[in-house]
Each structure stands twice: as structure tokens, then as C-alpha cells.
């Protein structure tokens, strides 16, 4: 029998990467259903309890991920990973145990929740990072397309099977599916036998600080001439795109009057357009160009969110299914490509803070748009606030087309800087500012 095309499938470093990490995503999202609803169900959340409890989940986005890009930067990438997965099985584990016992509350779930956030802002950005000292420079867009299927499937199955899960075995108890896909995913990350090289320093140079290279990493970000429009495109896509969602469910059910069912078979589009999109993107690439394969994607799910405002109150199913499965494909193929052009030009000491200051810039903006599109909501009515988030995401694909992206034909060429040995005789380590590709 032939194996599947693509040189990954012969990667054994890879392989184990994927697989754990695709059983994880299985499992987050049994959680991602079980610990609201436990706390929605079995411990009587109030709905402002219930609203900090999606609150501390993401903050750990917002207050973490510039200080752990700093960290991913100097310590070796895999034991982040395997750190990151173990602490998460051993918090999750707590919720059935302290279940059995009769001592959860709602005051542990924050606490885990927060923890858990934070040990996932660690992982997402070491995970982003490691990437391109795990596998050559060629294979990065085959690797994030794998990577992006399966997390892709677990959001399109995920949601169901959870659902079945605490059917059967009640939320608390779901929940250990979780941590143990997570020991799972730690026990193929253990054996991964790629080396890794830290960072070199100059001999007797002082131990370098936080804030400067915070600083460092955010300024490459915002001064390149590819990364600045590729955040400005996804940072604003989130915006809109999080304010229209935001109400998304409360215009299905209040002014669609449709059936959970129905609900949940719309809300399934996103994750069948995000599979066709992940497999399809390097393919996109190779006919369009990384430029093309950029702004043509995020162009395709701008129009899509046009769909939800527009759904004819009499059969809105097709119209929101059809909106969905687009803005899924758009997104997914979009985030292939300029996720591996990032990993491709960047440093490899800078690939952390490179990637935490885009998390923390374009996830920065979700809480924001969540914030007006419930304000509007209020103030004018649920169509009204979805009009906003659909025609503001009809723009957001122009700084990227605007830009010198539009313009990129292959995956340009790592960047290679010197080392400190030929820094210290050419006069000084290089700044961020002279870094190619920088104004």
C-alpha cells in the first residue's frame, strides 16, 4: 500500500507531534462543552457567574502571551509542550475527583480555568515556535496543513461527541476524557528526538531582561513589512467577526426561533469548511502564490459573515450553513499560509516572542468586538449589531491585498542572522530595526 503524498508522512518526530496533539484537540473540546454546562447545570452558575467563567478562560490570552513569547525564546520548546500538557491533565483531573467528594464549587472552576489558560497561552506559542526546528523550511506549510485538519475535525466532531459523552457519564465525569487525552499527547511528545538549539549569548554579557525583549519581539511584529498588515487583516477580522458571532446563538434562537438542532447543524459549517480549507491550502499556494493564497481565503470569509444578516427568516438554514461553511474554509486556508510565511521569515530566535505578540495583538481585539457587538445588540436589535460585524468584515481583507503581500510569489527564504561570535567582530549584536525586511 502507498502512503499518502507528502514527505511528513515520513517524519517520525512530526508524526508524533500530530498525533498527540490532534488527540488533545479531540478532548478540549469535550471540555470546552462539559465545564460550562457543569457549571450551568450541577453548581447553579448565576448568569453573571457564568460570564466571569468565560472571562477568566481568556484572559490568560491577553495578560501572558508577550511574557511567554520572552520565555519560549530562551528554553527549549518540547519541555514547554510536555509541561504544558501534564499540568493541564492533572487540573482538569481535580474537577470529577473534587465532584466525587462533594467539594466543588464554582469558585475551583475559576481557578482551574484561569491555571488552564494559562498553561494554554505557554503551549500555543511554544507549539507555533517549535514547528520550524522540528521539520525543514519546505515542509512547513504540509505540517501546519496536517495540524490545522485535525484540529478542523475535532471542531467539527468534537462538539457532538461531547455532547453524547456527558449524556452518558454527566459533565463532571466527561471531563476526565480530557485529561486523559492530554496524558496521552504528553506520552508522544516525550519521545520526539529532534534537537533543539538555544539561543546564543555573547560571553560575559549581562542576563537579558524581560521588558527589552518584550519590547524586541513586539517591534519586529509591528515594524515588518508583512507582519504589520497581516495582523492589522486578522486583528480586525476577529474584531467584526466576534461581534457578529458574539450573538450569533441569541439570533438563531430568539429571532430565527430555530431548534437547537438546527443550531448546532449551522454551527457544524464552520468546522466542514475549515477541514476542506486546511487541505486545500497548500494547494492554494502553489497556483496563487503566498500572496494570493493570503488575501483570496480571507476574502472569501469576509463576504461569508454577509450570509447571517441577509438568512431569510422563512429558511435561514442554507443561508447560515452556507455562511458558515465559508468563513470556516476562508479562515482555516488563510491562517495555513500566513502562519507558515511567519514561521518561514522569522528568526529563530525570535519565533516566540514573534508569535505571542501576534496572538496577543489579533486575540486582543475578540474580547472588544464581543464587548460592542452585545452593546449594539442592546441598543438597536440583534440584525442590526450582525449588519455592523458583516459589512465592517467586508474590509478586512484589504491591508493584506494593499500591501506588498499581495506581491509574494514563493515562500521567501529564511532569514539568517549572525551568530554572536560574528556579531561581536562586526561591531555589535544585530538590532531588530536593521533586521531584513523591517522599515
Known amino acids: 500500500m502507498r502512503r499518502p503524498g507528502g514527505t511528513l508522512w515520513h517524519h517520525s518526530d512530526f508524526l508524533k507531534l500530530w498525533t498527540g496533539q490532534s488527540i488533545s484537540e479531540f478532548g478540549s473540546q469535550v471540555s470546552a462543552l462539559a465545564i460550562p454546562w457543569l457549571a450551568a447545570?450541577?453548581?447553579?452558575?448565576?448568569?453573571?457567574?457564568?460570564?466571569?467563567?468565560g472571562v477568566l478562560a481568556f484572559l490568560p490570552f491577553i495578560l501572558f502571551a508577550l511574557p511567554a513569547g520572552v520565555w519560549v525564546d530562551r528554553l527549549r520548546r518540547r519541555p514547554i509542550l510536555i509541561i504544558g500538557d501534564a499540568s493541564r491533565a492533572l487540573l482538569l483531573a481535580w474537577i470529577p475527583l473534587a465532584w466525587w467528594f462533594g467539594l466543588l464549587t464554582i469558585w475551583q472552576l475559576y481557578v482551574i480555568e484561569f491555571v488552564v489558560g494559562i498553561f494554554t497561552v505557554f503551549f500555543d506559542v511554544a507549539y507555533q515556535s517549535y514547528l520550524p526546528s522540528l521539520v525543514e523550511r519546505d515542509q512547513l506549510m504540509e505540517g501546519n496543513s496536517k495540524l490545522q485538519t485535525t484540529a478542523a475535525a475535532?471542531?467539527?466532531?468534537?462538539?457532538?461527541?461531547?455532547?453524547?459523552?456527558?449524556?452518558?457519564?454527566?459533565?463532571?465525569?466527561?471531563?476526565?476524557?480530557?485529561?486523559?487525552?492530554?496524558?496521552v499527547s504528553t506520552a508522544f511528545m516525550i519521545p520526539i528526538r529532534r534537537p533543539?538549539?538555544?539561543?546564543?549569548?555573547?560571553?560575559?554579557?549581562?542576563?537579558?531582561?524581560?521588558?527589552?525583549?518584550?519590547?524586541?519581539?513586539?517591534?519586529?511584529?509591528?515594524?515588518?513589512?508583512?507582519?504589520?498588515?497581516?495582523?492589522?487583516?486578522?486583528?480586525?477580522?476577529?474584531?467584526?467577526?466576534?461581534?457578529?458571532?458574539?450573538?450569533?446563538?441569541?439570533?438563531?434562537?430568539?429571532?430565527?426561533?430555530?431548534?437547537?438542532?438546527a443550531a448546532g447543524v449551522v454551527m457544524a459549517g464552520f468546522g466542514a469548511g475549515s477541514i476542506v480549507g486546511a487541505v486545500l491550502a497548500p494547494r492554494l499556494q502553489r497556483s496563487l502564490g503566498v500572496g494570493g493564497a493570503i488575501w483570496t481565503p480571507v476574502l472569501l470569509s469576509s463576504v461569508a459573515m454577509l450570509a447571517w444578516p441577509l438568512a431569510p427568516a422563512s429558511f435561514p438554514v442554507p443561508f447560515l450553513f452556507a455562511g458558515t461553511t465559508l468563513f470556516g474554509f476562508g479562515a482555516v486556508a488563510y491562517n495555513v499560509t500566513q502562519v507558515s510565511l511567519r514561521q518561514a521569515i522569522t528568526p529563530e530566535r525570535l519565533q516566540g516572542r514573534m508569535n505571542a505578540s501576534m496572538r496577543w495583538i489579533v486575540w486582543g481585539t475578540m474580547p472588544l468586538g464581543m464587548l460592542a457587538g452585545g452593546a449594539i445588540a442592546t441598543s438597536y436589535g440583534l440584525r442590526a449589531a450582525l449588519w455592523v460585524g458583516?459589512?465592517?468584515?467586508?474590509?478586512?481583507?484589504?491591508?493584506?491585498?494593499?500591501?506588498?503581500?499581495?506581491?509574494?510569489?514563493?515562500?521567501?527564504?529564511?532569514?539568517?542572522?549572525?551568530?554572536?561570535?560574528?556579531?561581536?567582530?562586526?561591531?555589535?549584536?544585530?538590532?531588530?530595526a536593521a533586521l531584513p525586511g523591517t522599515e
Not at 455532547?163 to 457519564?169: D, E, M, R
Not at 466576534?242 to 441569541?250: E, F, Q, T
Request: aromatic fraction near 10%.
Open 390 to 432: 458583516a459589512v465592517g468584515c467586508c474590509f478586512t481583507w484589504l491591508p493584506v491585498f494593499l500591501s506588498s503581500v499581495r506581491t509574494i510569489g514563493e515562500m521567501p527564504e529564511p532569514l539568517v542572522e549572525p551568530t554572536v561570535a560574528e556579531a561581536s567582530l562586526a561591531g555589535g549584536i544585530l538590532e531588530p
Open 154 to 183: 475535532a471542531g467539527t466532531v468534537g462538539p457532538g461527541l461531547a455532547g453524547v459523552l456527558i449524556a452518558v457519564f454527566t459533565a463532571p465525569y466527561a471531563i476526565l476524557i480530557d485529561a486523559a487525552s492530554f496524558v
Open 196 to 261: 533543539e538549539k538555544l539561543p546564543e549569548h555573547a560571553a560575559g554579557a549581562p542576563k537579558p531582561k524581560m521588558l527589552p525583549e518584550l519590547k524586541e519581539g513586539l517591534a519586529y511584529v509591528v515594524r515588518h513589512r508583512w507582519l504589520k498588515w497581516i495582523a492589522v487583516c486578522t486583528g480586525s477580522s476577529n474584531f467584526f467577526s466576534s461581534l457578529a458571532m458574539s450573538i450569533g446563538v441569541l439570533y438563531m434562537a430568539r429571532s430565527l426561533q430555530m431548534s437547537s438542532f
Open 41 to 53: 447545570k450541577e453548581l447553579h452558575a448565576s448568569p453573571i457567574e457564568f460570564s466571569v467563567l
